[in-house]
Each structure stands twice: as structure tokens, then as C-alpha cells.
């Protein structure tokens, strides 16, 4: 049976503004269970490198059910921390079998 790794996800809340309107958030950890970190096909890095100029580290697996927002935060896993992008792909829960229906993309950072 698969099974996914906990990965501490570190969720925003707005906190204020600073002195030029730009939002200041707040980072509150959160353990997500059964997430599944894939590593990317070769073409898959020099695609995202040449189109966003962006380094793809792995692909996440979420799992069904998971409310949390995972577009442009800074997740942990592996003892070192990363920064997903370009929004999460979602599929239709009731059609895939597995226990997993949406992917995003990790890159490094610290």
C-alpha cells in the first residue's frame, strides 16, 4: 500500500500593513499527513527552468480531502524548507482511485 510523508506546511494569515500598504503575514506551521513527494522527469525541470525561471525540485501529491491553501507557501520536508508555485493542479476526487487528487509544484528555498 502507498502511503505519503508528513510535510509541515506554513500556513499565512494577514497580520497588517507595513508602512508602504504592502501586506505583512504572519507563518503558522501545520503538519499535513500522507502527502507524496515525486521527483520530476528531466524534461519536466528544463520546462519550468526555461518557461518561469524556475528550478522544479518535486512535484507534492495532496491528499483527498485537504482544505488547506497551497498556492505560493513555503512547505517543509526532507529538513530543509521549499516554496511551491504555479497553483495546484486538481483533479476530480471521485474519479481518481488513489488517495490523492491534487499536485503542485516544489521549488527550493531558503
Not at 502511503?3 to 497580520?15: E, N, Q, S
Not at 503575514?25 to 521527483?39: A, D, F, K, Y
Amino acid at each position: 500500500m502507498i502511503r505519503g510523508a508528513d510535510v509541515l506546511l506554513y500556513v499565512r494569515t494577514k497580520v497588517g500593513e507595513d508602512e508602504f500598504h504592502a501586506p505583512v503575514w504572519r507563518e503558522t506551521p501545520v503538519m499535513v499527513h500522507n502527502v507524496l513527494i515525486g521527483e520530476p522527469d528531466a524534461d519536466a525541470v528544463v520546462s519550468d527552468l526555461q518557461l518561469c525561471g524556475r528550478r522544479l525540485a518535486y512535484v507534492l501529491a495532496i491528499p483527498k480531502g485537504d482544505t488547506h491553501d497551497w498556492d505560493g507557501v513555503t512547505v517543509e520536508f526532507f529538513g530543509r524548507k521549499w516554496r511551491t508555485y504555479g497553483g495546484v493542479t486538481e483533479g476530480i476526487e471521485e474519479l481518481l482511485p488513489l488517495a490523492w487528487n491534487k499536485k503542485v509544484k516544489v521549488e527550493r528555498y531558503e
